[in-house]
């Protein structure tokens, strides 16, 4: 079954460092993969995909993200971290199949220093 | 403006009691979603439906039912049978079925005691 593993459950930046948060996901096929960004107590909110063509691809708020088929891998970075992006970030892949759906990370919860 | 709302924000119930929760999506939208998000597992699909008077289970379906009589509502009850039903629920659609970018509502939680 496919599934999607984030193994850094907290993580935490300065403000103005940059950031690297990983995902790495179990399917056998290219999958089709996004993070989402959630902060507390509210809904996701996508912040970029991937299906195909460019293996790296821009998202909202500077965030960009690569894809990298050999090592299974769809890292989300960003340059330099503002206080702002203090949220839960979720990688997530949609398998196609009898059962198609999204399937989430546990996440990763990004804490900025001042 | 288009979105989704989920009511109410908070939920309390006492053990026994089946409990519904609202949501609703102006966004045209066919494909509509319930997630479950507990502590430190992400987040778990309930039920979806693709399409009006249509819906199938996810993976953690039981002790939950759906309808979608309407093309802008998939209301979730939270039956007796759930026997952990303390959690956030989130709400989703999409445009239809399939890889596509889903919105979320801003989610209800709920507490069971």
């Known amino acids: 079954a496919q599934s999607v593993t984030q193994p850094d459950i907290h993580i935490t930046v300065s403000e103005g460092a940059s950031l690297e948060l990983r995902c790495n996901y179990s399917y056998g096929a290219t999958p089709y993969l996004f993070w989402y960004v959630q902060s507390p107590g509210q809904g996701l909110q996508l912040l970029l995909k991937y299906f195909s063509g460019d293996t790296l691809v821009q998202g909202i708020k500077g965030f960009e993200a690569e894809f990298k088929r050999s090592q299974s891998s769809f890292n989300l970075r960003k340059p330099s971290v503002h206080w702002s992006d203090a949220a839960e970030y979720f990688c997530?892949?949609?398998?196609?199949?009898?059962?198609?759906?999204?399937?989430f990370g546990t996440g990763t919860r990004l804490q900025v220093t001042l | 403006d288009g979105g989704i709302t989920q009511s109410p924000k908070y939920l309390f119930r006492k053990e026994g009691q089946n409990v519904t929760l609202s949501c609703e999506q102006n966004?045209?939208?066919?494909?509509m979603y319930w997630y479950r998000q507990d502590p430190g597992q992400g987040l778990r699909l309930i039920y979806y439906s693709q399409i009006v008077n249509d819906f199938q289970k996810g993976d953690i379906a039981e002790g939950y039912s759906v309808s979608r009589e309407k093309k802008e509502s998939f209301p979730l009850t939270v039956t007796s049978a759930q026997k952990n039903p303390t959690a956030f629920y989130l709400c989703a659609s999409s445009i239809k079925s399939g890889p596509l970018e889903q919105y979320f509502g801003p989610g209800t939680r709920l507490t069971v005691t």
């Open positions: 997530a892949v949609y398998v196609t199949g009898t059962a198609s759906k999204l399937t």
């Open positions: 966004l045209n939208h066919d494909a």
